[in-house]
């Protein structure tokens, strides 16, 4: 398959990079070491984004000319299109079925749950993100992985492994930031770029979210809720809520973490993650949703409490 790919990126010119919609440090990492790469090639390489880059990963080096960030693709084609850690189509967001009119799908992936809807699909469950086997495809393909490369990488792999805390933390994660920090990269300007780096509005809206947490279960399953009102009275931007799920996930002897956020007016999006056996992926998939089995999400239509009850049914279920 590595082969394949390679072909491809040998032969063809023009090549569009994507990913999924609610962009993270692997979505956007990912994206922008492979269009570095591609550049490398001296091939023409465009980012397609539905999403607006969140403001803790702007830092990364990417298409220097907005142009590149292009919002329509009429009829356009490409040797390649390369859709990365996206585990279901759909999550390239609106539109996406018009991707196949592109060009020859390339996915590149890590999710249990990938679904195969590429013309060729590298998925390895066991990566600990996406930017690990673009990091590998770039080993593969003999290219000298420069800062630009090297710094959207571990970015990648360091926001994915949730500070290399999760247990997609592996040897070979370590190895790979290693070879990245030779490079040039610095973990102690990364930290304070994605970490420290954010507005006080965000600590205002937490203040509001943690009063809503609740317990079920024995105290197993800790849930907290946003409305889109408590983001208004903290002139809070969706954005900021990146993360929150991380700290209820921080309490004493919970098994899951559930964090529901008001996206319309009777509908929530919910994220899960899970400290012990359990497989959130599988409960978010009874919603449509997917993900990791510890780390899921998914959509669910109703008022606060009907959502409440009914993910509670279905993580007794
Ligand atoms: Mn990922």
Redesign the pocket.
């Known amino acids: 398959m590595l082969r394949q790919i390679k072909d491809r990126i040998e032969k063809g010119n023009r090549f569009l990079i994507t990913t999924h919609i609610d962009l993270d440090g692997?979505a956007v990492g990912s994206c922008f070491s492979l269009y570095w790469a591609l550049v490398s090639y001296k091939k023409e390489a465009f980012v397609y984004l539905k999403d607006r880059i969140p403001y803790k990963y702007r830092f990364l080096p990417g298409p220097k000319d907005p142009r590149y960030l292009i919002n329509t693709l009429p009829g356009e084609r490409f040797d390649t299109v390369f859709v990365l850690?996206c585990g279901d189509f759909h999550r390239v967001g609106q539109g996406y079925e018009n991707l196949k009119n592109n060009g020859f799908i390339v996915s590149i992936d890590?999710h249990s749950t990938n679904s195969g809807f590429g013309d060729i699909n590298l998925v390895d469950e066991d990566a600990s993100?996406?930017a690990e086997i673009v990091y590998d495809l770039f080993r593969y393909l003999g290219i000298d992985i420069s800062y630009e490369m090297a710094i959207n990488i571990y970015t990648a792999i360091l926001t994915?492994t949730g500070s290399f805390r999760y247990e997609n933390t592996t040897s070979k994660a370590f190895t790979i930031c290693g070879h990245l920090t030779r490079i040039g990269v610095r973990p102690s300007f990364i930290a304070t770029m994605v970490y420290e780096s954010h507005p006080k509005e965000r600590f205002i809206l937490l203040g509001k979210v943690l009063n809503t947490l609740e317990t079920h279960k024995d105290g197993k399953i800790a849930m907290a809720h946003i409305t889109r009102d408590m983001c208004n009275d903290s002139d809070a931007l969706e954005e900021f809520t990146d993360g929150f799920v991380e700290y209820i996930k921080e309490i004493d002897g919970i098994d899951i973490a559930i964090l529901i956020r008001q996206t319309e007016d009777k509908r929530y999006k919910l994220s899960m993650r899970s400290k012990g056996d359990v497989d959130v992926a599988s409960i978010c998939r009874i919603f449509g949703g997917g993900g990791h089995k510890k780390a899921a999400g998914c959509h669910i239509n109703g008022d606060i409490g009907t959502v409440k009850s009914m993910v509670l049914e279905a993580i007794k279920g």
């Open positions: 692997d850690d890590h993100s996406t994915d």
